[in-house]
């Protein structure tokens, strides 16, 4: 079947470490993912996007690493934050019919100690 | 701009009762679609649209309607809540389905709960 499933459940770091986000995809034909940040009580939050014609992608404090060969996206984050404490989720998109849609995964929750 | 906004916040219905949640968004986006988020299971879609006046069923739609009346609009019915229907539901617009342009964004979310 397909899905987007992350290896994680919950993720601890301390204030100031660097975070690593892993999740994996199934489907080979997807062309683009995204990350999302949902903090407590709100709704997902775009952080960053690539498209699987690229290996890399930076944006400010976060990188996205796409590897195609495994089926395998990651999202780093650097000098990690207590206001980076969330729940990230990574989603594929597809195309079915005439609208797009994102498969989203179960969700990592980062918790980030002072 | 306002982006995603939906309305209610939060409501408690009785088993039986209809109701509907309201999605707007100011954006001038093509796309719409309703979720649902439940612990373990993530966002599942419910419905969506690609433009005013059509809409169709994505993975859950059993127990629910939609309409997009107006190109900013689109609404998520409930004819007769069941406590399976107790979510927190997500309405997201995305400008176009193709290219790069796909990233959905999200509203703050409907807390109903189902008695």
């Known amino acids: 079947g397909e899905s987007v499933g992350l290896h994680l459940p919950t993720l601890s770091v301390q204030e100031g470490d660097n975070s690593i986000i892993n999740c994996a995809y199934s489907n080979s034909a997807s062309d683009y993912f995204i990350w999302y940040k949902q903090e407590s009580g709100k709704g997902p939050q775009f952080i960053i996007d690539?498209?699987?014609?690229?290996d890399k992608r930076q944006g400010q404090r976060v990188t996205v690493l796409l590897n195609k060969t495994v089926k395998h996206l990651s999202l780093q984050i650097a000098a990690t934050q207590p206001g980076d404490s969330a729940v990230y989720f990574c989603a594929e998109n597809r195309i079915y019919n005439q609208g797009g849609k994102l498969i989203f995964g179960q969700g990592t929750e980062l918790s980030v100690k002072p | 701009n306002a982006g995603v906004t939906q309305t209610p916040k939060f409501r408690v219905l009785k088993t039986g009762q209809s109701m509907t949640l309201l999605c707007a968004q100011d954006m001038n986006h093509e796309y719409m679609y309703w979720y649902r988020q439940d612990p373990g299971m993530g966002l599942r879609l419910i419905h969506y649209s690609v433009g005013e006046g059509t809409t169709a069923k994505g993975e859950v739609p059993d127990g629910y309607n939609v309409s997009r009346l107006k190109k900013q609009n689109f609404l998520l019915g409930l004819e007769s809540a069941a406590p399976s229907q107790t979510s927190v539901y997500f309405c997201a617009s995305s400008p176009i389905a193709g290219g790069p342009r796909k990233t959905q964004y999200f509203g703050p979310g409907t807390r109903l709960l189902v008695l």
């Open positions: 690539i498209r699987s014609n690229m």
